[in-house]
């Protein structure tokens, strides 16, 4: 089974030979981009997060030029004040007038006018006549 297994003579090792590459090839294209005056490598040092930065400076500067070419949100800020004020001018006042009516008792006269209004025994009675006839 898998208890024992004899000691190796040596470790195993990584023996990686790459598959496309030929370094004459490489020297060959080195040459010709120098000639031409084309440079692939930078002489520049590679400065730790240089590339992340580029990158955020190119997204925040998209976003800027984003927010200068849109101006709906300030239309749409403008028109959203303009409806606050149309809504409060409607329906302040009714509701002031709510208020100041809530609070206040009803004089003797009013009072009278109400009772009047909900039940005046001098009023005629309509008379409607009965149609069911019994055989």
Known sequence: ???FSPPKR???QFNYIPRYFDPE???REQRRRELRGESYTDDTPYIPGK???TVREA???RKAQQK???KTPRTFMVF???LIILIVYMLV???VAIMTNMGKKPTVVEQAEMDNQLFNPYTPITIVPNDYQEE
Do not use: Q, S, T
Request: positive net charge; without cysteine; glycine residues 8%.
């Open 80 to 82: 959203g004040i303009a």
């Open 59 to 61: 997204r925040n500067e």
């Open 93 to 95: 006042p009714r509701i």
């Open 68 to 70: 200068e070419n849109n």
């Open 10 to 12: 040596r470790p195993n």
């Open 51 to 53: 590339y992340i930065r």
């Open 25 to 27: 090839k490489d020297r």
């Open 1 to 3: 089974m898998g208890l």
